[in-house]
Nanobody
Framework: QVQLVESGGGKVEAGGSLRLSCSASGSLWSIKTSGWFRQAPGKQLDAVATITSGGSTDYSDSVKGRFTISRDNTESTVSLQMNSLKPEDTAIYYC?????????WGQGTQVTVSS
């Protein structure tokens, strides 16, 4: 099992920055891919950014060049640096990990960007 706790959400004006963190505990050895997803009100859950255990990253077109995903070498923390935030980035952000034991999600953290 892997437990995930997100932090770092909040309210910011357009153009501002936030840094989200996802702290993992449990069977960290089993983590293959980590990622951030978001769900805006009334919309589907979308992938934002992912990072593999080998360090390869992928981003949605809507955040490329503005967001950066990273993780520490112990796989215990995955971060999402969000710059040049836009009102359309407003959503609940979830951390997700794919592991040899299954898929695990965090509880989510709210990000609100005002215009």
């Amino acid at each position: 099992q892997v437990q995930l706790v997100e932090s770092g959400g909040g309210k910011v004006e357009a153009g501002g920055s936030l840094r989200l963190s996802c702290s993992a505990s449990g069977s960290l050895w089993s983590i293959k891919t980590s990622g951030w997803f978001r769900q805006a009100p009334g919309k589907q859950l979308d992938a934002v950014a992912t990072i593999t255990s080998g360090g390869s990253t992928d981003y949605s077109d809507s955040v490329k060049g503005r967001f950066t995903i990273s993780r520490d070498n112990t796989e215990s923390t995955v971060s999402l640096q969000m710059n040049s935030l836009k009102p359309e980035d407003t959503a609940i952000y979830y951390c997700k990990v794919n592991t040899d034991l299954g898929t695990f999600w965090g509880q989510g953290t709210q990000v609100t960007v005002s215009s």
